[in-house]
C-alpha cells in the first residue's frame, strides 16, 4: 500500500515539474530607468556605479549611460511571446513523454503491478515488463495489463523520438547553417536565430 501511494506522489511531481519547466516561460530582465523618463530594457552587460552602465537589449542593441542620466535600475520578469516552430516541437515532445511516462507510473502503482521496478523505467520499462512476464511461467498479466503495457510503451517511445528528433533537427540546422528562419506560431510571423 505504501508502495502505490509513494509512486502515486512521484507521479504528480513528476506532472507538477513537467508543466510548470514548459509553461513558466518567464524571463528575468534588467530595467533602466533614465531621468529623462526612458525605460531601457535588456541585459545589464557592465556596471560602473561611479561612472557609466551598458545594458544589451534582446535585439542585440547595445547602450552606453552616464550613471548621472540613470536614476533606477530593477530586474522585471517577462513572458516569453513567441516559440519557433522548433521550440514548439520540443515542448510538444517534452510534454508527451513526461505526461506518457507520469501515467505509467501512476496506472502501474494504482494497478499494484508486481513488476513495478521495470515497468517505470522511461520508454523500455513497459516492453522490459512484458518481457519478464512472458518468461516467467508463475506469473501473469493483470487484467488489460497487456494491451496497457504496449500502448505505454508506444507512446513514450514516440513522443521521446519526438523530442529526440525535433532537438537534433535544430541543433544540425544550426550547426550547419550557422542561423534558423522558423514559424512563429504565436505571432504569425517568422523567428530567426543566428549561431555566433
Avoid at 552587460?45 to 542620466?69: A, C, H, W
Avoid at 496497457?148 to 519526438?162: A, D, K
Amino acid at each position: 500500500m505504501f508502495r502505490s501511494i509513494a509512486f502515486i506522489v512521484i507521479a504528480i511531481l513528476i506532472f507538477v515539474a513537467n508543466f510548470s519547466s514548459v509553461y513558466s516561460q518567464a524571463i528575468k530582465i534588467d530595467e533602466v530607468h533614465l531621468k529623462n523618463g526612458s525605460i531601457i530594457k535588456g541585459t545589464i552587460t557592465e556596471l560602473y556605479p561611479d561612472s557609466l552602465l551598458k545594458i544589451e537589449t534582446r535585439d542585440g542593441n547595445l547602450f552606453v549611460f552616464q550613471m548621472s542620466e540613470v536614476l533606477l535600475i530593477k530586474k522585471s520578469e517577462i513572458q516569453r511571446k513567441s516559440l519557433s516552430s522548433f521550440d514548439t516541437n520540443i515542448n510538444i515532445g517534452k510534454i508527451g513523454f513526461l505526461s506518457s511516462w507520469g501515467l505509467t507510473i501512476f496506472g502501474a502503482a494504482a494497478m499494484g503491478d508486481e513488476m513495478l521496478e521495470t515497468t517505470v523505467i522511461p520508454v523500455l520499462g513497459p516492453f522490459i515488463t512484458m518481457l519478464r512476464v512472458e518468461k516467467d511461467p508463475e506469473k501473469d498479466y493483470l487484467s488489460g495489463g497487456k494491451e496497457l503495457l504496449i500502448i505505454s510503451g508506444t507512446i513514450q517511445t514516440f513522443f521521446f523520438t519526438y523530442f529526440a528528433v525535433s532537438s537534433v533537427k535544430k541543433s544540425k540546422y544550426m550547426d550547419q547553417y550557422g542561423f534558423y528562419i522558423a514559424p512563429d506560431i504565436s505571432k504569425q510571423g517568422i523567428q530567426v536565430g543566428f549561431k555566433f
